[in-house]
């Protein structure tokens, strides 16, 4: 059985198995679900796709489509397998391996999630850039700045259209006996963009 019976995104950190895999935390989550502007019948790749948080929110909101996970972390694939059991979603396929090599055997896809490139970002996005139709979709999230201003030039190097990067930080709230701290999470950037070139709405 689904243990997410809602139709929003941002399905709670402690709904996943974890372990000690990196994980995009749900607000942030959130946030990529509405950048990928997914439709029901939508194929995504994720990639460095962690303990598979990201394939999954997206699993459950492409009934009609597909997802694959490509993670080459032993660990996290086991993550994986676990959440994918455990939220009952069949249209999630977990792919092992390195990402610029794994993400050429994907026949077809529309939407791209990079949350790990395990410093195969120019690889990946010139893959990409090859492979996503006209106005295919993919988002990028990055802690560090050299990593977004990496991801910026490639985007730019490549036919991508419509690059929009925002920073977002998180603040949650700890008890702390009578009173609740915000304590500031890491910021993250998310940059997105549309793959240039004619639509095709066949």
Same mark, same amino acid.
């Given at each position: 059985?689904?243990k997410?019976?809602?139709?929003? !995104? %941002?399905?709670?950190?402690?709904? /996943?198995?974890?372990?000690?895999? !990196?994980?995009?935390?749900?607000? #942030?989550?959130?946030?990529?679900?509405?950048?990928?502007?997914?439709? +029901?019948?939508?194929?995504?790749?994720?990639?460095?796709?962690?303990?598979?948080?990201?394939?999954i929110?997206? &699993?459950?909101?492409?009934?009609?489509?597909?997802?694959?996970?490509?993670?080459?972390?032993?660990?996290?694939?086991?993550?994986?397998?676990?959440?994918?059991? &455990? /939220?009952?979603?069949?249209?999630?396929?977990?792919?092992?391996?390195?990402?610029? +090599?794994?993400?050429? @055997?994907?026949?077809?896809?529309?939407?791209?999630?990079?949350?790990?490139?395990?410093?195969?970002?120019?690889?990946?996005?010139?893959?990409?850039?090859?492979?996503?139709? &006209?106005?295919?979709?993919? #988002?990028?999230?990055? #802690?560090?700045i050299? @990593?977004?201003?990496? &991801?910026? +030039?490639?985007?730019?190097?490549? @036919?991508?259209?419509?690059?929009?990067?925002?920073?977002?930080?998180?603040?949650?709230?700890?008890?702390?006996?009578?009173?609740?701290?915000?304590?500031?999470?890491?910021?993250?950037?998310?940059?997105?963009?549309?793959? %240039? %070139?004619i639509?095709? +709405? %066949?």
């Amino acid at each position: 059985m689904n243990k997410w019976q809602y139709l929003t !995104p %941002g399905i709670p950190d402690s709904y /996943f198995i974890r372990g000690k895999v !990196p994980m995009t935390k749900e607000e #942030v989550r959130a946030i990529v679900m509405g950048k990928l502007r997914l439709k +029901e019948d939508s194929v995504l790749v994720d990639v460095g796709a962690g303990t598979g948080s990201v394939s999954i929110e997206a &699993a459950l909101m492409t009934t009609g489509g597909m997802v694959y996970g490509i993670e080459h972390n032993e660990e996290a694939l086991k993550l994986q397998a676990e959440n994918k059991k &455990a /939220f009952g979603v069949e249209n999630f396929e977990i792919l092992q391996g390195r990402a610029k +090599e794994v993400i050429k @055997t994907i026949p077809l896809y529309d939407r791209v999630f990079i949350g790990g490139s395990g410093g195969e970002l120019k690889e990946i996005l010139h893959e990409v850039n090859n492979r996503l139709p &006209a106005g295919g979709r993919v #988002v990028i999230t990055a #802690v560090t700045i050299e @990593t977004s201003a990496r &991801a910026l +030039e490639e985007l730019k190097n490549n @036919t991508f259209e419509d690059i929009e990067v925002i920073a977002v930080s998180i603040s949650r709230g700890r008890n702390t006996g009578k009173y609740t701290l915000m304590e500031a999470q890491n910021t993250i950037n998310i940059i997105s963009a549309s793959k %240039g %070139g004619i639509v095709n +709405e %066949g």
